[in-house]
């Protein structure tokens, strides 16, 4: 494995959730280093390195160029920035391959006007070459805010695209969650889980260490006479079709592959439809969906479906209002 660096990513005035990570998943760490990150102020542990930043959230965008520079000038070939309300386990971040990918994250369609699909905040990886691409640009004050987002389409620039991991989740928001209550657990696959007060993370970890199980449970595909199919779906900007369609499919094509690809927006808080968590849902059965960037075309978008529909033996040509 490459030099590595999980870089979580705190501030002076939360300091017990820095301690939180300390008192749970970060002493697993085995083959990579976990350093905690801070602004302007004194350290006040011996895994704490501070940048010269402002130390708020408004500020976060220099404060995470500032740690890809760091990454950088201290020899690491891979960073994780992973946020310090985030439970994770090691053994699964560290043993995924992840380092063979350019960018890595819980998957974010296009949003807020900016043409490109980026990795959530609270837990992504860049290998060494596109931190060398990051590191050195300035943040401009009229640029995105969202550091995330920012980060996203400034790969997409350089001809990086996210890749998506399904099992990086959201453990509280409804828009963009797998159940409302999953988090890393024996019983499931999930590598990272976020939104953890201090005292949830500790009670998280007591849950993993014990053995106590997922209430979701797994899933199995199940055989029959449309396993060898792939169902091909493209989309753009009509979310109400696309839904209709996909409760059909899964209705009545349930041992087909869904494959689907889409270059519109998720509309965040305002989805009526909650497309991130429809979206994850269908992965974890073993579907595929595909973000394209903002309008990228109907020909693109059956180009980036191949592929996935490569694995089984026919393809069904669908669209939207199928």
């Known amino acids: 494995m490459p030099k590595t660096l999980i870089a979580v ?5 939360f300091r017990d959730r820095a301690d939180a990570v300390r008192a749970t998943w970060a ?39 500032l740690i890809r520079r760091w990454a950088l000038a201290n020899g690491y070939e891979y960073l994780f920035k992973v946020d310090d309300d985030c439970y994770l386990r090691p053994e699964r971040l560290l043993g995924n391959g992840f380092a063979k990918l350019d960018y890595v994250g819980r998957l ?29 640009l300035e943040w401009a004050a009229n640029e995105d805010f969202s550091e995330d987002r920012w980060t996203g389409n400034k790969l997409l620039s350089f001809g990086i695209s996210p890749h998506n991991e ?43 260490k014990s053995g106590k199980r997922s209430t979701v449970g797994e899933y199995h595909a199940p055989p029959g006479s449309l396993s060898r199919v792939a169902i091909m779906v493209k989309t753009f900007l009509r979310d109400g079709y ?33 497309k991130i968590g ?26 980036a479906a191949i592929a996935e529909c490569a694995q089984k033996e026919y393809v069904l040509i669908a669209s939207d209002d199928f």
């Open 242 to 274: 696309l839904f209709a369609c996909l409760d059909g499919l899964e209705k009545n094509f349930a041992d087909a592959k869904i494959v689907v690809v889409d270059d519109g927006y998720e509309m965040g808080h305002r989805d009526p439809y909650n």
């Open 27 to 65: 002493p697993e760490v085995e083959g990579a280093d976990v350093k905690f990150f801070l602004g302007r102020g004194e350290a006040q542990r011996p895994d704490e390195v501070i940048l010269d930043c402002d130390d708020g959230y408004h500020h976060l965008s220099a404060k995470t160029q």
């Open 9 to 13: 990513t705190t501030c002076h005035a």
């Open 108 to 136: 974010r369609g296009p949003s807020g006007n900016f043409p490109g699909p980026y990795c959530s905040g609270f837990c992504y990886g860049l290998s060494r070459k596109s931190l060398e691409l990051l590191a050195p």
């Open 166 to 208: 399904p099992q990086f989740i959201v453990h509280s928001s409804k828009n963009n969650t797998m159940s409302g209550r999953e988090a890393p657990l024996m019983g499931n696959a999930v590598i990272a889980s976020c939104e953890y007060s201090p005292e949830q993370m500790r009670r998280v970890h007591v849950e993993f």
């Open 278 to 303: 429809r979206y994850t849902e269908l992965r974890k059965k073993g579907h595929a969906c595909l973000w394209l960037p903002f309008d990228s075309g109907f020909g693109a978008k059956a180009n």
